[in-house]
């Protein structure tokens, strides 16, 4: 006796791929500070309906202008931080992902490693300490819990969370003016607790 196979609808076979790519841009909330650009892009690759595994690159701009730091004086007063910036925050990280819905869809949690070179100087003529240079490099885990919306082939991702840190390199610390007073380097060894979050947009390709 003859038995009709009947193919599953085209969404259905497109909404539980075993396999799906991801591309993502994200502003994430913490690091960047008062920089003017702060941008990460993200891959994830799922394995299964609810697994994704992801690897990111990110850039935080600490930057700030003279005239930047002087508004910011006038703004908040003595409140006010009134230093000139240069430099930022490279980072680079990979999680495990977890969607209770589906990939990119419903409830997430996200656990991974996460490695950060900072290379950020700051001047500020009005401080106790007027010039300060921090080349660091911290290695860590982080571990976030949010909420993707996936629409189709586009997502958008929301996620707070907490990074733990050990962070090691130097501070050259002294003047502005070299002249006046000579500049001491001081070794850097830390163990850091910071907050972590994320706003992702993307698109998924199902395969």
Same mark, same amino acid.
């Given at each position: 006796?003859? /038995? ?7 969404? *259905? ?70 230093? %000139? ?15 209770? %819905? ?26 106790s300490v007027e010039f300060v240079h921090q080349q660091t490099i911290a290695a860590g885990l982080r571990g976030q819990i949010g909420w993707s919306w996936r629409i189709g082939p586009v997502f958008a991702a929301l996620a707070v969370g907490l990074s733990t840190? *050990? /962070? ?14 000579? %500049? @001491? ?12 979050? @994320?706003? %992702? ?7």
């Open positions: 006796m003859p /038995v009709d196979i009947v193919e599953p609808p085209a969404a *259905y076979v497109s909404s539980t791929s075993l396999t799906s790519i991801a591309i993502g841009v994200n502003n994430p909330l913490s690091w960047g500070g008062d920089g003017p650009f702060a941008l990460g892009v993200s891959v994830g690759v799922g394995l299964g309906t609810h697994l994704v595994l992801r690897g990111n690159v990110a850039w935080y701009d600490k930057t700030r202008s003279e005239l930047d730091a002087i508004t910011n004086v006038v703004l908040h007063g003595d409140d006010g931080d009134g230093g %000139r910036r240069e430099g930022g925050v490279t980072a680079v990280g990979a999680s495990a992902m977890y969607f209770k %819905r589906r990939a990119w869809d419903g409830l997430l949690l996200d656990g991974g490693i996460v490695i950060k070179h900072e290379d950020h100087i700051v001047y500020d003529d009005f401080a840190n *050990y /962070v090691r390199g130097q501070e050259t610390v002294g003047s502005v003016d070299y002249v006046d007073s000579p %500049r @001491m380097t001081l070794p850097v060894s830390r163990l850091e607790v910071e907050p972590e979050g @994320m706003f %992702r947009l993307g698109g998924v390709f199902d395969l």
